[in-house]
């Protein structure tokens, strides 16, 4: 349970405060109770799902939708009631919204403060731009040349109320040199709320129209369905990068030569990717494959990764099953695709002479190609326990020398022009660099085999 601290417990009083002074206009005669408290369940109807178990249990115990799925309906009634009306339509649902992390008092409080003070101040930007008006047009003209700018505003004016107050409750409850106070929020908020805002004019021109408000939940519905889709698939890319991270932090612990060289190898595949034109949606499975290039080794005793002396035959053989290994580790987990075949064969080379199965030439796969050229040249040019960093310029003409034989020279090629548009960081990954003059003989085979570098 994270404790609130007393400052932004302070601040989310003034705000509560705040929300129940726009509110308060509310409570005089002339409010539309009807569209009022038909808005009003309508929101919390769309928040109550998140709160059932039998809901949530049917969907695999996630939540149906994520925080905002439901703010078309906020903004319909931005422009369709007025200010105070239109406040007090979003406290229900904010109230009965669901809250993940306790305590959930004072979250579902400040979430309801922030929904009401937003609305409230964009029904003052439609109102300013003649919305309600003209809503009302329809009856001779077109609405929706009449009603987009005010529905605009709406909508702006609502992302920037709400990132502000967010921004706000942060940097009060973190300190205001807090990463999440520094970071924008405003660029990432302000695409999905012109998008609700259009969805919420849908809502209002047909809520306005001779269908009534009936006829506003066929939008309301496709717009729920699609963040609740597009909620699940960030909730299933999150559990993918969660075990991406989990099969990394094994083998770093298990062989500390090579903290960080998983992530610098995707990295660096990513750019020959790139490079080559391949289409966005490959180059997550470019990464997962460079990042997850040695999770085999997880089944090679740590005896010999951590070995400082030179290798004998028989540690060299076991070694060399580490791609085998990783096939086996992650043959089973399905959004890897083509990232499993680079994981077996990135120590393949051109000319046949690598392993495991000897594969020359286009018999290895492209990704892997990628990946093999990618690790050589970290392999390279990281500091090891057991060998210096080599200069860039030194890996990249060792690697050209290889082309052909080693590497694919396409892909070779490729990296030598991302290199030169991009730089390189090398990065020392051992936790100790061996003194000048006093390198112990070089091992391995991630790197070119003149130099049997081990990575």
Not at 6 to 16: D, E, M, Q, S
Not at 133 to 150: Q, R
Not at 229 to 234: A, I, L, P, S, T
Not at 339 to 362: F, K, N
């Amino acid at each position: 349970m994270k404790v609130i601290p007393p400052a932004a417990r302070v601040y989310i009083g003034c705000a509560l405060l705040a929300a129940g002074a726009c509110v308060l206009p509310a409570l005089r005669p002339g409010t539309p109770w009807g569209t009022t408290a038909l808005l009003a369940a309508l929101y919390a109807l769309c928040e109550l799902p998140a709160r059932c178990p039998l809901v949530r249990r049917a969907l695999g115990g996630s939540a149906p939708v994520g925080t905002g799925s439901s703010y078309p309906v906020l903004l319909a009634a931005a422009l369709l009631l007025p200010p105070a009306a239109a406040a007090l339509a979003a406290l229900p649902g904010s109230l009965l919204a669901r809250v993940e992390e306790s305590p959930a008092g004072p979250r579902r409080a400040w979430r309801a403060a922030a929904a009401a003070l937003s609305v409230w101040a964009a029904a003052h930007a439609s109102g300013a731009l003649g919305g309600p008006a003209a809503l009302v047009h329809g009856a001779d003209a077109p609405v929706l040349p009449y009603a987009l700018l005010p529905a605009g505003a709406a909508a702006l004016v609502f992302c920037l109320v709400l990132t502000a107050l967010d921004g706000g409750v942060r940097a009060v409850a973190d300190g205001p040199s807090s990463r999440a106070a520094r970071r924008g929020l405003l660029g990432p908020a302000l695409a999905p709320h012109v998008v609700h805002g259009l969805a919420g004019l849908m809502m209002a021109v047909l809520w306005r129209s001779a269908y009534g408000p009936v006829a506003a939940l066929f939008v309301l519905l496709p717009m729920y369905i699609s963040c609740w889709v597009f909620g699940q698939y960030h909730r299933e890319r999150a559990a993918h990068q969660a075990t991406i991270r989990a099969l990394v932090q094994a083998v770093d612990i298990k062989d500390r030569y090579t903290r960080g060289h998983s992530e610098r190898v995707g990295h660096a595949s990513v750019l020959i990717a790139r490079e080559l034109g391949m289409p966005e949606d490959r180059l997550d499975v470019v990464r997962f494959a460079g990042i997850l290039h040695d999770v085999g080794k997880l089944g090679v005793p740590t005896r010999v990764l951590r070995k400082d002396g030179p290798l004998t035959p028989e540690e060299r053989r076991v070694i060399e099953l580490h791609p085998e290994y990783g096939h086996e580790i992650v043959r089973g987990i399905g959004f890897l695709g083509e990232a499993r075949t680079a994981i077996l064969h990135h120590h393949e080379r051109m000319d046949g002479s690598g392993y495991p199965y000897g594969l020359r030439g286009e018999q290895i796969p492209e990704f892997a190609r990628m990946v093999a050229v990618a690790d050589a040249f970290d392999a390279m040019t990281s500091h090891r326990s057991y060998s210096r960093a080599r200069p860039v310029p030194v890996a990249v003409a060792e690697l050209e020398r290889c082309a052909g034989t080693h590497f694919d020279p396409r892909m070779v090629d490729a990296f030598v022009r991302a290199l030169d548009r991009h730089g390189w960081r090398p990065s020392v990954t051992a936790d100790e660099t061996p003194p000048d003059g006093n390198v112990p003989p070089p091992r391995g085979a991630d790197a070119p085999a003149p130099s049997k570098e081990r990575g």
